[in-house]
């Protein structure tokens, strides 16, 4: 495991936008056979049951997040591209927090309360962007963004409704990739230019932290190799993943899957 600290800063770069439909279509397909989710728990058997994640994590990945979040009984946790919301529900739930999850898929938040009302964690989902959060200013004490935050557009200001949500001291958690080569033509738009470190300190973040592990990478890589060996059907949410997988393996390995973390 190794971590990173001070870089310059790279200008912010327009990618490739998913929209919130394409989103909603993406999980309408994923609520009809739980192909991802079932993939991720295939490759990593240790995974907590019932994580449900539609994020590339792993154990390893999943235990250093608790760990570095901090979260405690009783507290606020965010969870900023929540999705289905079973990696926040867990992470709330092991600490005994309440939730608070936002996304701008409705289909996503439908079933995040579905998943809710079966567990006994206090949670509120809401449909909202990431550049304009529903929240007060300091109403939450923790924050976890899980392979979320490269799809918006306008980082900085992701980053600052992140801190302006957080209390005084509170940590943000996010996970994402970072090229090994910073500008790397070869990567796709949304990773090309990706550096955390900058955007979260332009926007005054403190004790910013980028941490990776080779086996994040394995996992990540592993994912898109146990969905090509899979044969599937057109239309399947696994149909997408494989054709995801076919652009993306063969620039993985350019990419540093890296966990962030920061304090307000
Ligand atoms: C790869 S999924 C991760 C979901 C969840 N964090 C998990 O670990 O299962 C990325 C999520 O980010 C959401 N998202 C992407 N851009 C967003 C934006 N601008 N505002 C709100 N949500 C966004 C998507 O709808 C999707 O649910």
Redesign the pocket.
């Known amino acids: 495991m190794t971590t990173s600290s001070d870089r310059p800063e790279p200008a912010t770069r327009s990618h490739q936008v998913?929209s919130?439909q394409e989103?909603d279509r993406l999980?309408a397909r994923e609520q009809a056979d739980n192909a991802f989710s079932q993939l991720v728990h295939r490759v990593d058997p240790h995974l907590p049951p019932g994580l449900?994640?539609?994020?590339f994590?792993c154990t390893s990945l999943l235990h250093h997040i608790s760990a570095q979040l901090h979260l405690k009984d009783g507290q606020m946790l965010a969870?900023?591209?929540?999705?289905?919301?079973?990696?926040?529900l867990w992470l709330a739930g092991r600490a005994r927090a309440a939730l608070t999850g936002?996304?701008?898929?409705a289909v996503?938040i439908t079933a995040a309360r579905h998943r809710a009302a079966h567990l006994p964690v206090p949670a509120v989902f809401s449909v909202?962007?990431?550049?304009s959060l529903p929240l007060p200013d300091e109403s939450v004490d923790r924050a976890v963004?899980?392979?979320?935050l490269q799809?918006?557009p306008d980082r900085t200001t992701?980053a600052r409704e992140a801190r302006r949500i957080l209390r005084p001291g509170g940590r943000l958690v996010l996970t994402g990739w970072q090229p090994r080569i910073p500008g790397d033509e070869r990567l796709p738009g949304r990773h090309r230019h990706t550096d955390w470190h900058s955007v979260l300190r332009a926007t005054g973040f403190t004790e910013i932290c980028t941490v990776d592990d080779p086996a994040w990478d394995t996992a990540y890589q592993e994912i898109y190799r146990h969905a090509l060996a899979v044969p599937s059907e057109r239309e399947t949410a696994l149909a997408g993943l494989q054709g995801e997988a076919r652009r993306r393996l063969p620039t993985a390995h350019l990419l540093r899957r890296i966990a962030v973390t920061a304090v307000r």
Do not use: H, K, N, Q
């Open positions: 998913t919130a989103f999980f449900g994640p539609f994020s994590l969870d900023l591209g929540c999705g289905p919301g079973g990696p926040g936002i996304d701008f898929s996503a909202a962007d990431l550049v963004s899980l392979d979320a799809y918006v992701a």
